[in-house]
């Protein structure tokens, strides 16, 4: 079963740099998200992305953050500069539609992000 | 505020002996409510999709339900098995935003032999 994948599984950074989050969703997926979880806590939306541009993120998702599809394949998420706070599990997910068909987002297991 | 309750927040069952997980919600406008399984150290992995329109849902051991009236829903898992521990966790859909699924806590299950 096809499935997505993200890279690395645990990422450690210092305060301040930038890090690059990296995923593959599934090829004939049309809709792409970025979540976290804190440890402890809710899994937390950060960005849906569909057809080369953003068309949903939450108030977590600020100028700190970007997204990108850089090729057919990939789908990135780059914290410019970290902060402690941004510690957390990242989930990148993909879904074949976002409308009325309700078809399941499917979910990587995840980079696990330590700022220290 | 878009929120979603789940209770207990953690269980502890036999294996065999079947349970029911619950669910509040008060997402509106509502669009849809899924349950997830989420095993330590891996994603969430999609159990059921009900919309308004649907009451019951079942995949295998697992059956949903939905009272989209009083914004509610359950989750039974049947003759459980010691490969059920895991969180299960409600997301529910508002209309307006249809990516932005909002998570609940989860309810941790422990199946013991």
């Known amino acids: 079963e096809p499935e997505v994948t993200q890279t690395p599984s645990h990422q450690v950074t210092q305060m301040g740099q930038e890090v690059i989050l990296r995923c593959v969703p599934i090829?004939?997926?049309?809709?792409f998200y970025w979540y976290r979880q804190i440890l402890g806590q809710k899994v937390e939306f950060l960005v849906s992305?569909?057809?080369?541009?953003?068309?949903?993120k939450s108030e977590i998702f600020d100028d700190q953050f970007s997204v990108e599809r850089p090729d057919g394949s990939n789908f990135t998420l780059k914290i410019r500069s970290t902060k402690l706070e941004d510690s957390a599990m990242y989930f990148c997910a993909s879904s074949l539609s976002v409308g009325v068909s309700y078809s399941p987002l499917h979910f990587g297991n995840g980079t696990r992000l330590t700022v220290t | 505020k878009n929120q979603v309750e789940q209770s207990p927040q953690s269980l502890i069952i036999l294996e065999g002996k079947n349970c029911t997980l619950q669910c509040n919600y008060t997402v509106s406008p509502f669009s849809n409510l899924r349950w997830y399984k989420q095993d330590t150290g891996r994603g969430p992995v999609s159990l059921t999709i009900m919309t308004f329109s649907e009451n019951t849902k079942s995949n295998g051991r697992y059956t949903a339900t939905l009272d989209a009236d009083t914004k509610q829903s359950s989750l039974h898992i049947t003759a459980s098995q010691l490969s059920d521990s895991a969180s299960y966790i409600c997301?529910?859909?508002?209309?307006?935003?249809?990516?932005?699924?909002?998570f609940g806590q989860g309810t941790e299950l422990s199946v013991k032999p």
């Open positions: 090829s004939n997926h049309l809709y």
């Open positions: 992305f569909y057809n080369n541009e953003i068309s949903e």
């Open positions: 997301v529910v859909t508002s209309r307006n935003q249809g990516g932005k699924l909002i």
